[in-house]
């Protein structure tokens, strides 16, 4: 952050077929005096309204004018105009010093505040004026002590710019906003002026209000939810449900034995049926593998029975071609002894005895088959008969099964009853444990006393280093406005004003109050240009001078008080605009006075004359129509 003052050139009033009504503003010291109603403290009004206020209430003399117009020349040498409809609203931006015949193309429109809401977010006159003078957009500001947050803004920065007569004489802090309280806020903005510092870091904490409704609220909920318990509980008490619940249990323990006893047995009869049903697949198994078995062997004597028949039938042969060797031949009538046999007849006779031999080892073979195939249909016939016999004793497995399943069915439906009823009456119990609980809850909040929230962290409103030193600042101005015997200045950290030889501000008369608020208002430039922090390098004051008022024309604040008269006897006066006239490279001021200025000052530039109504030469700001 840095100083980068924004200097004001003109301010001009144009309308339909009207003159243009102008205040040319020149760098360093600028100061408009004379009569009343002559528009002084309307052109306050009007600066303040071009530096985005809400609304602008035209005078009189100035109702037919519909445009402002405000030349603005940044720290760069760059130059601007700002241009606004006298009826409010958004605020036109144009490059260079646009003159009356308005030969200019509006470079950007900016927003008139920051809370205005639009499709696509504008640049506000506030962002405009912060981004040249060197302020950080977005710095965040404590509005109260429970951490709430504002956005500087042009607009809270206004009251350090623009000071109103009647702000100059209040009694209250310079540093708040006319007829309101000083606040947090007031004191955080001052704070943040002399040390850049935001309160961004600070988190926020419920308000008293906020926690005061919270806590009705749980007590409305409490005790509503405490009244639908006694509902729920008007037919019972505590002892008897504590009493069915001590009774029930001990049913619970009785069912449970049976749903055991019956569920033991069923556990049994199943295991006795899943071994039968396996012993039942062993015996089909080898009843299986037994009718396998005796097909084969009845295969096998089928096949002995086979060779006998062919081993018969060879031995037949071998008899038949014996006997007819020993007669004469049955094809040509040979005797048989000029018969040829290629075999001799001796073999034929021992192929019969060799199937002699064949025949009665199958005889024997066929004797062990059949002795086998016995034993095999008598395995067959007890495997049979045992399989028989599983099946009836797992026809009655399954009947004893029948019979418990409805047994233990119902033992285990008492069993869940039970154990629901036993539920029931613990929920029910347990309500009221939860209403003693809530009336607990509602007991404590009841007592529970909520005093003013602070957030963790607040700063000082202002650090002793920089309260001195703005102090010290504020001690130079008066002593360079020669102010009677100055010899201190501290500052009030509680009322958040300075106290001057000891005296408080407030303490003072109006005119001397007026003098105090402007050297806080001009010190505070100072200070924020020897420390290269943002100020926009202007201040406009009214009505500072009030302690030099004559009985004429200063009626409306009353008869001078002594310590006013005093200082109006003194060339304070002089001196102040001597100062401010001297600070021209850095600072530009504008000064409202009713009273005429020293003549060492009336023939400079940027010091003009208005008359007022019905006085001679230049009126007041806005040209005498005929």
């Known amino acids: 952050m840095t100083f980068k003052p924004i200097s004001l050139n003109r301010l001009f009033f144009i309308g339909p077929a009207l003159p243009v009504a102008s205040l040319n503003l020149f760098p360093g010291l600028n100061i408009v005096y004379g009569g009343s109603n002559a528009g002084k403290s309307f052109t306050l009004k009007a600066l303040d309204f071009m530096l985005g206020a809400d609304s602008l209430k035209m005078p009189k003399q100035g109702q037919n004018y519909t445009h402002l117009y405000l030349w603005v020349t940044l720290s760069d040498g760059s130059k601007n105009t700002l241009s606004r409809s006298a009826s409010g609203g958004d ?6 010093h646009v003159e009356e015949n308005l030969n200019g193309v509006s470079r950007e429109t900016l927003a008139s505040n920051q809370k205005t809401k639009t499709k696509k977010k504008k640049r506000s006159v506030s962002d405009y004026f912060f981004e040249n003078m060197g302020m950080p957009l977005g710095a965040q500001i404590l509005r109260n002590e429970t951490g709430d947050k504002v956005t500087l803004s042009l607009r809270l920065l206004s009251r350090y710019l623009l000071v109103g007569e009647e702000s100059m004489v209040t009694e209250g802090s310079p540093l708040k906003s006319l007829d309101q309280r000083l606040s947090t806020e007031d004191k955080s903005i001052f704070r943040f002026l002399l040390n850049g510092k935001d309160d961004s870091a600070i988190a926020s904490v419920p308000k008293t209000e906020t926690l005061k409704a919270n806590r009705e609220g749980k007590l409305e909920v409490l005790e509503e939810m405490v009244a639908e318990i006694e509902v729920q509980l008007r037919t019972v008490t505590r002892t008897e449900l504590v009493d069915r619940l001590d009774s029930l249990d001990q049913s619970l323990a009785d069912i449970q034995l049976d749903a055991k006893k019956f569920q033991s047995e069923l556990d049994a009869r199943r295991i006795s049926r899943r071994n039968i049903l396996e012993s039942q697949s062993l015996i089909e198994d080898r009843l299986s593998s037994h009718s396998r078995m005796l097909m084969r062997f009845e ?27 020993a007669r004469p031949c ?24 060799a199937a002699e031999a064949e025949i009665e080892k199958i005889l024997r073979d066929l004797d062990g088959l059949k002795f086998t195939i016995s034993a095999l249909n008598k395995k067959i016939e007890v495997l049979t008969k045992n399989h028989v016999d599983l099946a009836e004793n797992l026809a009655q497995e399954d009947r004893k099964i029948d019979d418990l399943l409805p047994l ?22 347990a309500l009221f444990q939860l209403k003693e609980a809530h009336e607990g809850r509602i007991a404590a909040l009841k007592a529970q006393k909520l005093g003013k929230q ?13 309260g001195a030193e703005f102090s010290r ?55 924020c240009h020897e420390k290269n922090l943002p100020h926009p390098g ?8 009030l302690t030099y008022r004559s009985p004429l024309k200063g009626f409306k604040h009353g008869e001078l008080r002594s310590d006013e008269k005093e200082l109006g006897q003194t060339a304070l006066n002089e001196a102040f605009y001597a100062h401010l006239s001297s600070m021209s ?36 700001l806005f040209p005498v129509l005929d």
Request: hydrophobic fraction near 40%.
């Open 91 to 96: 605020i036109s931006l144009f490059e260079g």
């Open 299 to 325: 295969e096998l004597r089928s096949t002995y029975l086979l060779d006998m028949e062919r081993l018969e039938a060879l031995q037949e042969g071998s008899l038949l071609f014996s006997n007819l060797s």
């Open 408 to 429: 233990e069915g119902a033992s285990r439906q008492r069993y869940e009853e039970a154990v629901s009823e036993r539920l029931s009456l613990q929920n029910r119990l």
């Open 585 to 620: 490279a850095f600072a530009q001021f504008l000064v409202f006075e009713n009273q005429d200025p020293p003549e060492s000052i009336t023939g400079r530039q940027g010091v003009q004359i208005w008359s007022g109504e019905n006085g001679t030469g230049r009126q007041g």
């Open 330 to 353: 049955a094809v040509c009538g040979a005797e048989p002894n000029h018969q040829h046999h290629p075999e001799g007849v001796h073999d034929f006779e021992a192929q019969s005895a």
């Open 454 to 466: 602070r957030a963790d962290g607040l700063p000082d409103p202002i650090g002793s280093s920089s």
């Open 538 to 545: 202007f201040v406009v004051l009214d009505s500072p001078l």
């Open 473 to 527: 600042t504020v001690l130079a101005v008066l002593k360079a406005w020669n102010f009677p015997q100055i010899q201190t200045v501290d500052f009030d950290f509680k009322k958040q004003d300075i106290v001057v030889n000891g005296k408080e501000r407030s303490d003072n008369g109006k005119g001397i109050r007026a003098i105090l608020h402007s050297a806080m208002k001009v010190a505070l430039l100072v200070y």
